[in-house]
Structure formats: structure tokens, C-alpha cells
């Protein structure tokens, strides 16, 4: 019988998408709802999540989960094709969280990169959360409770995944086969494996002020291309320049397409040239911006409009989550059914324990 292939993939709702998500993974996620390869796709709202590191501030996540699933919408996400859930309404991912901890050492967490990362990024060297450490066990329940096959996610999340790989190996060594093993699907563009903020640092990040916004307008999207860091050896335009480390050039290598030097710069073939000239001087930053930032307004622009026709019926979109959020549950609640047969502590469902120890006592009268 040929394994069934399901997508888990999802956002933290601590505010509105940036485009570093949309290269990322948002429009990647389109396409393989679209390709109809995969049998299901599930797409959460990681709220809990959220919280481990904004627990003082829940009503910060609350407002943001809306956000977060009208940009998906926006995006082209089809409530038709893929299962947008919020995840705080799936409880059975607690309980599976509860029971892969006993499969994972506290060293072997510590070990894991991103959680060492992270745990520096937000400071939490002295006092570290349990409910953030433990993050790669509960993304493990994630992903297991949906029977995710593939999880389209960064090069960056790349040590959780093998985390969840790890605890399900554990679980099926120990217990039998019963959860699916994950596999990572990664960009296909290099470019957007990692996509910089605007600034040149290495992170888009929503506290760093260096997005750019799936919903900003595009006098903000303009502002914000003709400020962002270059070369700055590139002082005069007759100067060589460098590419690498070039935030404008990261972003064209991410977001232009050959039809976009027709429309916008057709003194240029391709990429490829563009780069040459600026490498050997002769070509000012400013033009090379303003051609960012057409690509950037036609690529944005459907997406922004999108989101304000969605915004005219939030009521229907939480609708839409809820839907979402019964079958995913439902979906939970299987495989957790399985994992607890699997461990034996299904003792209500288990008629032939039931019947054997009611043998074995009467024996005993």
C-alpha cells in the first residue's frame, strides 16, 4: 500500500507576515497545495507556541492570530485544499507532548542548535522557560499527530526536524510501528533559504524593525527597498561593488524573473549582468533599487489587495478556523488513539485486558 503524503507546516502569530515567510515558505506552500501531489496539507497557527516566549503578553498572540491567517489567505492558502488551524484548539498535542518527553534527554535538548540560538536571541541564558526548551518535543507532537510526511520549513529549523525523527524512531523502537517519520522539504531557491532584513543582519526579524510586510502599502514597501543596505565601499556609482553580503542583490536573486527586465530594466538581459556591471563599477545603487522596488510592488501589490477583500468578513475567517480546527482535531485524535494502544494505556478500548484480568481474578475465588 503507498504511504500516504501529508504536509504540517506553520507560523508563529507574533505579527504579521513578512516577505522572509513568503520566500520562505508561504508561496512554496501555494504551490504544493496546488500541485495536488499531496493528499492533505495542514497549516497551523502556532499560538501555544508563541507563548512560551510571550507569556506575559498573551494579548499580543490573540490579535495576531488573525493577522496571521488573513496573510495566508492573501497568499492563496485555500481553506479548500489545506487545513488552516489555530493549535491551541488541539489538545491531543498536548497529551503527545507529555508522552515523547520521557524520549528525550535534557542534554540532548541543549545540544539542539536552533534552541541554543534562540535561547541567546531572546536572552534566556539565566532562566530559560521549560515550555520554550522543550519546543522541539512539542513540535515532534506536531508533526506526528497530523502524520506529516514532508514539512516544508528553513535550512535554520533543520536540527528540530531531526529531533522529531529521532523521538519517532525512539517511540516506534520501543513501542512498535506507529508514527511516521518526517521528512524536510527546504526552498528550492538558495536564496530563500535564509532571506536577510533590510538592515543587512542576517535575521528578518519583527522586533529588529527590518521587514518588509506582506500588507505594507507601497509607499511603505518604496521607503523601505530605497533605505536598505547595499556595499558601503560602493560610494561613488563609477565605483566597483560587491554582491556578496548585498542585501538589494539577495532579494533579486530571491524575488526577479527574466519578464521582469523586460518590464523594468530592459538595458539588462538578465541578473547575471546586472551583477557584472555593478562588480566593475558604473552603476549607481539607486537604480538598482528602484528596480527592487517595482518587482517588489508587482509582487506584493494581489497580495495586499487580497487581504483587504478578506478583511471585510473576520467573522467568516474565524469561521473558517474553526471548521479547520475540528478537523484537525479529529485528526489528532487519531493518532494519539494509536500511540496510546501503542503504549498500552488505552484501558477503557482494550476489551481483551479487561476480559483476562476479570479470568484471572475469578480464578482466585
Do not use: W
Amino acid at each position: 500500500m503507498k504511504k500516504e503524503k501529508i504536509i504540517l507546516t506553520g507560523d508563529r502569530p507574533t505579527g504579521r507576515l513578512h516577505i522572509g515567510h513568503y520566500v520562505g515558505s508561504l508561496k512554496g506552500r501555494v504551490e504544493l497545495q496546488n500541485a495536488g501531489d499531496y493528499s492533505k496539507m495542514f497549516v497551523f497557527i502556532a499560538d501555544s507556541q508563541a507563548l512560551t516566549d510571550n507569556i506575559d503578553n498573551p494579548e499580543k498572540v490573540r490579535q495576531n492570530v488573525i493577522e496571521v491567517a488573513l496573510d495566508y489567505l492573501a497568499c492563496g492558502l485555500d481553506p479548500e485544499k489545506a487545513t488552516i488551524f489555530i493549535q491551541s484548539q488541539i489538545p491531543e498535542l498536548c497529551e503527545l507532548t507529555f508522552y515523547y518527553m520521557d524520549l528525550v534527554s535534557v542534554s540532548r535538548l541543549q545540544r539542539n542548535p536552533t534552541v541554543k540560538t534562540e535561547i541567546q536571541m531572546r536572552n534566556f541564558e539565566a532562566s530559560i522557560p521549560v515550555g520554550f526548551f522543550t519546543y522541539p518535543i512539542s513540535q515532534a507532537a506536531d508533526i506526528t499527530a497530523f502524520r506529516a510526511t514532508t514539512v516544508p520549513v528553513g535550512e535554520d529549523q533543520e536540527p528540530m526536524l531531526e529531533q522529531a525523527r529521532e523521538i519517532v524512531r525512539r517511540f516506534n523502537h520501543i513501542y512498535g510501528e506507529t508514527l511516521v517519520e518526517p521528512e524536510i522539504l527546504l526552498p528550492q531557491n538558495a536564496a530563500c533559504l535564509r532571506l536577510p532584513g533590510t538592515d543587512g543582519k542576517a535575521k528578518m526579524s519583527k522586533s529588529l524593525g527590518n521587514c518588509i510586510y506582506l500588507s505594507d502599502t507601497a509607499d511603505e514597501i518604496q521607503k523601505k527597498v530605497m533605505s536598505m543596505y547595499t556595499d558601503p565601499g560602493h560610494i561613488r556609482v563609477q565605483d566597483p561593488g560587491k554582491i556578496e553580503g548585498n542585501t538589494v542583490f539577495t532579494y533579486l536573486d530571491a524575488f526577479s524573473r527574466p519578464e521582469h527586465f523586460e518590464r523594468y530594466l530592459p538595458d539588462y538581459p538578465n541578473l547575471a549582468e546586472l551583477k557584472a556591471h555593478y562588480q566593475r563599477g558604473g552603476l549607481g545603487d539607486v537604480k538598482v533599487k528602484r528596480f527592487l522596488n517595482a518587482i517588489m510592488q508587482e509582487t506584493l501589490e494581489p497580495i495586499r489587495n487580497r487581504r483587504k477583500e478578506f478583511e471585510k468578513d473576520i467573522p467568516g475567517i474565524y469561521e473558517m478556523l474553526r471548521k479547520g480546527c475540528e478537523v484537525a482535531r479529529a485528526a489528532a485524535a487519531d493518532t494519539l488513539s494509536d500511540v496510546k494502544k501503542a503504549m498500552k494505556i488505552n484501558y477503557f478500548d482494550d476489551k481483551e485486558l479487561i476480559e483476562e484480568q476479570a479470568r484471572r481474578f475469578a480464578a482466585n475465588q
